[in-house]
């Protein structure tokens, strides 16, 4: 049974930081591709960054990059996001996905966690 487990959200100010955990079991982790998305209160879910399997290509949206890292660790089966200078309109459920299909799309992951809230303030 495959299981993606999101961590690190909560509550932050605007320009503060935070990291993002996603602990997966039950899958070959060194073999797919990870991603985040995000769904902002009545908006689409949308990509955020991406991170092919050997770790050696990554993907940003416009809007966080620069501001955001994500990265992996195919020992610990973990994947991650760091994300600096949070502004307002990070607001949002963050959520990890896994799939074989790159680039990644929202119809094209396998497997997806339940989200982890990261609300920023002003």
């Known amino acids: 049974q495959v299981q993606l487990v999101e961590s690190g959200g909560g509550w932050v100010q605007a320009g503060g930081s935070l990291r993002l955990s996603c602990a997966a079991s039950?899958?070959?982790?060194?073999?797919?591709?990870m991603a985040w998305f995000r769904q902002a209160p009545g908006k689409e879910r949308d990509i955020v960054a991406a991170?092919?399997?050997?770790?050696?290509?990554?993907y940003y949206a416009g809007s966080v990059k620069g501001r955001f890292t994500i990265s992996r660790d195919n020992g610990q089966n973990t994947v991650y996001l760091q994300m600096n200078n949070l502004k307002p309109e990070d607001t949002a459920v963050y959520y990890c996905?896994?799939?074989?299909?790159?680039?990644?799309?929202?119809?094209?992951?396998?497997?997806w966690g339940k989200g982890t809230l990261v609300t920023v303030s002003s």
């Open positions: 996905a896994s799939g074989r299909r790159w680039p990644p799309t929202i119809h094209g992951m396998d497997y």
């Open positions: 039950g899958l070959t982790f060194n073999t797919d591709h």
């Open positions: 991170i092919r399997w050997s770790g050696g290509f990554t």
